[in-house]
Nanobody
Framework: QVQLVESGGGLVQAGGSLRLSCAAS????????VGWFRQAPGKEREFVAG????????NYADSVEGRFTISRDNAKNTVYLQMNSLKPEAAAVYYC?????????????????????WGQGTQVTVSS
């Protein structure tokens, strides 16, 4: 099973940017579909962005489309989430998650239950 460690969270002003990193070990990210989720206090965990292992197809939640970018660096075994034009409602704990190796070759799952490995999360706070 892959181990995931997120980093890069912090406090940023509205309109600012952050780049989150998800470092993987135990399995290469090139063989796993990886997603970013977030959970705000009192709310359910929601899909933010994902990238498939085959063809690097990406998908984004409507609320972040055009402002967030997910990418993968196979050499560093790391997946990134570049977040621009941050809004106060983006404040949450952000989690990186991976699907079982080789699964979801063509489709990108958007529900938490479809991901088998999770990181511990990194806090993002956006001040207005």
């Amino acid at each position: 099973q892959v181990q995931l460690v997120e980093s890069g969270g912090g406090l940023v002003q509205a309109g600012g940017s952050l780049r989150l990193s998800c470092a993987a070990s135990g399995r290469t990210v090139s063989s796993s579909t990886v997603g970013w989720f977030r959970q705000a206090p009192g709310k359910e965990r929601e899909f933010v962005a994902g990238i498939t292992w085959y063809g690097s197809r990406t998908n984004y939640a409507d609320s972040v489309e055009g402002r967030f970018t997910i990418s993968r660096d196979n050499a560093k075994n790391t997946v990134y989430l570049q977040m621009n034009s941050l809004k106060p409602e983006a404040a949450a704990v952000y989690y990186c998650a991976a699907c079982a190796a080789g699964s979801y070759k063509y489709t990108l799952p958007i529900t938490a239950g479809q991901y088998s490995s999770w990181g511990q999360g990194t806090q993002v706070t956006v001040s207005s």
